[in-house]
């Protein structure tokens, strides 16, 4: 069935990005940056993975922006600012069960009503579904720039409102307007709503965007962030499922229950509701009231779990941060790159070789090093989650226990949507202030890396804490 995806990113100079490089492998073309003079050649990647390329301006765009190469030099070349924002990139899933006509169609109407009104340029690249992946993902890449143009080229200023929640949200509602038209249009009953699961009123967690580096590390049977998130999202909404159905034959048990209790006649004084007997709970009400329980235990693991794997994320990047791998890793190729210069009999008589080689094999070692004193770490780390994890099912296990030993009924009508909509908007951090062990300290024996070299002001003095 038809799906809704639609994500707006930003590129920029400050992430090291380009506007010729993005638009050189979204196209599948070869593009030259005057601006650098560096090559972007992916023209290998557009004769299977691109299906469609376009570029859509305004009326009076001058020529050069008609083609991409041209189009997204000029963008370079008038950015002068280290960190400029030269593009804006919008993602949307296109509906497998439209013809590529069909999808363009509904491309360029959506492109012409969000972008090119406002004077914005658009690169459109349709991409076909990856072939390991899923078949029907059919998906889109528009290349937007940042500035409005005219025929006598970019505007001074760019347009400040384009950043702002209120126009994205726009963009949004337009998508899906345009997507249900099309699918209204070529005879499909799917329809797709732009709206968030909790501005629908739904139970059900929503899954994040995996991407193509979380995509590709999954199929090499990598863990990623994406992913876990991902599976307790699927386990969460398949246990939220089945217990809306045993609810449904609860609900319809205890209806016929009351129904009968109601149209039963009364045989003495002791069927009056003063009797003791008639307060007891109703079976059926204590499974409800069971499942409830159950509910709410497998929404606080849920949390416990999305919480854990943000935590776990945050950890590993702080420990890359101190114990710099990558630096090490760069020292290692610089190293290695000096011994294979240093092959020639001069240096081998020089002894020059020799110490380069122990330099390599050194920094091989701290390398080791490192890896090992990163995965104690973590080790320590998933320890502490694993211990608050046992605490909040043990937790689970006393509350279960002390429900069969005097079970409570479920509140009747109304009572029950107002309880389920408190327990979703608990988290686990209420229950428990600290669930995550401290950041992780190195031991005081181990060797601490290099420290970088810090720049000279004017003065000569080295600049610290930011002065």
Known sequence: MAIYHFTMKIIGRSAGRSSTAASAYRAGIRIEDQRTGEIFDYSNKGKDGVLDHALHTPARAPDWAKEASSLWNNVELFEKRKDAQVARENIVALPHELTLEQNRELLGGFIQEAYIKRGAAVQ??????????????????????????TRNGFKAKKPRNWNEKATLKDWRKLWEQHLNRALEKAGHEERVDSRSHEARGLDEAPSVHMGVEATSMERKGEDTRQ????????VFNQNLAQ?????????????????????????????????????????????KARIALEHRQREELYKFEQAASEARFRETERLKDYYQPEEWRYKLR???????????????????????????????????????????GMSLFNAKIAENRQTLTDRHVR???????????????????????????????????????????????QSEPEP??????????GRENGR
């Open 452 to 461: 970088r070299l810090v720049p000279k002001n004017k003065r000569g003095r």
């Open 243 to 287: 217990l809306k159905e045993e609810r449904k034959v609860l609900d319809l048990a205890i209806h016929r229950e009351q129904a009968k209790q109601k149209n039963k006649p009364s045989k003495g004084p002791f069927n009056n509701l003063s009797d003791p007997a008639l307060k007891q709970p109703d079976p059926e009400q204590i499974k």
């Open 334 to 376: 610089q190293a290695e790159r000096a011994l294979k210069n240093s092959q020639g009999m001069f240096s081998k008589l020089t002894g020059k070789t020799r110490d380069r080689q122990e330099d390599v094999e050194n920094l091989q070692r701290t390398i080791e090093g490192v890896k090992q004193r990163q995965k104690e």
């Open 227 to 234: 992913g876990e998130k991902n599976k307790a999202v699927e």
């Open 124 to 149: 459109a690249d349709i991409h076909a579904p990856d072939k390991e992946g899923d078949n029907r993902n059919i998906h889109a890449h528009l290349l937007i720039t940042t500035r409005q143009i």
């Open 399 to 445: 509350e279960r226990a002390e429900f069969e030993k005097s079970p409570q009924p479920m509140p009747k009508t109304g009572a029950t949507k107002t309880f389920e909509k408190a327990v979703l908007k608990k988290t686990v951090a209420n229950e428990n202030k600290q669930p995550f062990p401290q950041t992780f300290q190195p031991k005081e024996n």
